[in-house]
């Protein structure tokens, strides 16, 4: 079919503002354990309750998006993520964060189902290793700018700035400057609404086998090894990704006295710009070589800078977190595209399969709180040397039906 480049412009905006609202709970832990007196342990339930509602949700989405169709289920995510960011701005504590998380999770998931297989179809399989970086390298820029936007709110609320935070300012409580953000993402999602329900949004036709099917289908994938493998795969990279962004500020400010509003979150925005940078590396990296070469080589340097991140000193420390992000760049796109290309039917309901391994990040957050209870902090996040190194073994495993298209390869050229 005709390429569809409208489609992927409207996938790429969603990228960012998934990412915009997802990527800042790592540098609001400090903020959550501070101002509503929480262990580790109780920390760890809320990026559990953001996570878990991947699992809630993506199956049940694919089946949906059948049914009605993608701007539909978009417009539907966009609400319940309304929904959750306003509850949270209204009514600041902690069962309120842990629902609001929940709701906003459950949005996030709707919106990665469609969009996942939809940027397969529109963009071409055979690009799908490169759009997929270029999602991702999307994806860093907005979680680069979400903890300098945090960053730079808490520490105007209570300044006479004029403009937005002064509007805000008569809505947010004096000691929790940084529930703002959760005002300005109820905005974002409201503006997303708009933008759906005002765009002529092209209907997509995906093939059969891109469809997600009936509950046997998924029950059929799932008895297959290479989906379970993937689906681990998926589990394990989100994990590592939120185990290094969620836990950095609060480790930082632990182990080295960062102050969690200043350097905590420019750590983090960081972590984000860099897996930005390394995003753009990827995409010229793709053309050059075979992924999952270039999952191999970016995994074993991720590991060496979270090494230097846990054990290093201050200064080490803080610069090492944050260079994971840039290592960490390639590995969802690499080993959701891998995933896609191994089998050969049923790649909608695979993918709903796999963006349910997202509840990686929900059940990795609470082992290392867990573990951060018992043993410290350290020790908790020393549980990512597991989740990476699965990701390292995909490099070596891994065959796809269809590998990604390089500039070496002529048997693409027709």
């Given amino acids: 079919m005709k390429r569809n480049y409208y489609i992927v412009a409207l996938i790429m905006l969603t990228f960012f503002v998934i990412s915009f609202l997802t990527n800042v709970i790592g540098p609001l832990s400090p903020e959550f354990i501070k101002d509503f007196n929480l262990s580790d342990l109780l920390a760890g339930v809320l990026p559990f309750a953001f996570f878990i509602a991947y699992g809630v949700m993506s199956i049940p989405s694919s089946m949906l998006v059948q049914k009605y169709n993608e701007k539909t289920i978009m417009v539907a995510a966009f609400v319940v993520a309304f929904i959750g960011s306003l509850i949270l701005a209204i009514k600041p504590d902690y069962l309120t964060a842990v629902l609001s998380l929940f709701l906003i999770g459950c949005g996030m998931a709707m919106l990665q189902v469609v969009i996942n297989p ?13 759009t997929s970086v270029l999602a991702q390298l999307i994806f860093g820029a907005a979680s680069f700018v979400s903890p300098l936007v945090y960053s730079y709110m808490v520490r105007n609320m209570n300044v006479n700035s004029g403009g937005l935070l002064s509007i805000l300012k008569t809505h947010v409580p004096e000691n929790l400057p940084w529930i703002s953000l959760y005002w300005l993402f109820a905005v974002i999602c409201l503006f997303m609404f708009l933008i759906l ?10 093939k059969s086998d891109e469809k997600a099917g009936p509950l046997k289908t998924h029950i059929q994938l799932l008895k297959k090894r290479v989906v379970i493998a993937y689906f681990i795969g998926i589990f394990c990279y989100v994990g590592t990704e939120q185990g290094v962004s969620y836990w950095m500020s609060q480790f930082l400010f632990e182990y080295h006295k960062f102050d969690p509003q200043t350097s905590g979150a420019h750590a983090v925005a960081y972590f984000w710009g860099l897996m930005t940078a390394g995003g753009v590396l990827g995409l010229f990296l793709l053309k050059l070589m075979d992924s999952r070469r270039l999952l191999v080589i970016f995994t074993i340097a991720a590991l060496i800078f979270l090494t230097l991140g846990l054990f290093g000193s201050d200064k080490v420390s803080l610069y090492s977190f944050s260079i994971v992000g840039f290592f960490m760049s390639v590995m969802y796109p690499v080993i959701f595209s891998l995933a896609l290309s191994s089998v050969s039917e049923d790649h909608g309901s695979f993918a709903g399969i796999l963006v349910t391994g997202i509840i990686g990040g929900a059940v990795v957050q609470l082992l290392i709180g867990g573990l951060g209870n018992l043993f410290g902090l ?14 390292l073994a995909i490099g070596f495993w891994a065959k796809p039906l269809i590998t990604n298209k390089t500039i070496f390869d002529k048997k693409h050229e027709t």
Avoid: D, H, Q, W
Wanted: aromatic share 16%; charged share 20%.
């Fill in 378 to 391: 350290r020790t908790g996040m020393c549980f990512i040397y597991i989740t990476m190194g699965y990701m």
């Fill in 197 to 206: 329900l005002a765009s002529k949004f092209p209907k997509v036709e995906l």
């Fill in 118 to 130: 939809l940027l397969r179809t529109a963009g071409g399989e055979e690009n799908y290793a490169f």
